[in-house]
């Protein structure tokens, strides 16, 4: 049996109960070594195989799956493993040797990074959906996906996977509609213990990204979720009735 796992974001007791009790039973983990934080590796039995699969291609990683599928293995991704976590491929591969998995969530950094600025993505009156995407590197985004198409929305944004490019980010940003002078944030490592948080603007971020020393591992929020107007929640208004309260006048 396989276990995909999210590890979470970097702080180790961020694992779920469930990842961590695969973890304890593990004949192999194969953890993608590049951000998945290393003291979760403590966790498995001391005679457990380990593999980092930053080192590895798809098909080694799948080798080593196949050759041991009467074993339990845990495949162990960053954060949750539906995002830019390249399970897809993996899964068709088992399906195809009919090798039993599941998928064990995980908390993205995404989370992390709204959790590092106490921040609610989804502000009653500011913006009730989240974009989550990244610029186009070695792999392609599909032209509808733009980063300017999207900031068309004005929805909070999350972006992944573009450290390094935040010139061309800042210039797509404004394109698409966002002001320069409009909030936006860094999250450099979320919930590890060197975590940075630095609060720009859309024209700031290259600039603030290059004092902090920030070039990867890192996510850019772009949205009036960063700022400070927004409306209260219908929710917790003492005027309105819901299934589980009645409005006290
Ligand atoms: N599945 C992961 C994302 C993997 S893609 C998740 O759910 O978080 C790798 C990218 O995720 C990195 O380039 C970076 O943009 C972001 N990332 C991963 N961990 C991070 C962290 N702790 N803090 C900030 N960004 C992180």
Redesign the pocket.
Known sequence: MVHFVGAG??APDLITVRGQKYLENADIVIYAGS?VNKELLDIAPPDCEIYNSAEMTLEEVMDVIINNSDKDIVRL?????S???AIREQEDILEKNDIDYDVCP?V???F??AAALKAEYTLPGVSQSVIITRMAGRTPVPEKESIELLAEHGASMVI??S?GMLDKLSEKLILGGYGPDSPAAI??????EDEKKIITTVSGLASAAKENGIN????VLVGGFLGDEYERSKLYDPGFTHGCREASK
Do not use: E, I, N
Request: aromatic residues 14%; positive net charge.
């Open positions: 974001p970097g951000l991704h960053t954060g949750d493993p995002v830019y976590g995980g993205s950094s995404m992390g990074a992944f996977l450290a999250v450099y490592k979320a919930t590890w990867k591992t890192a996510l």
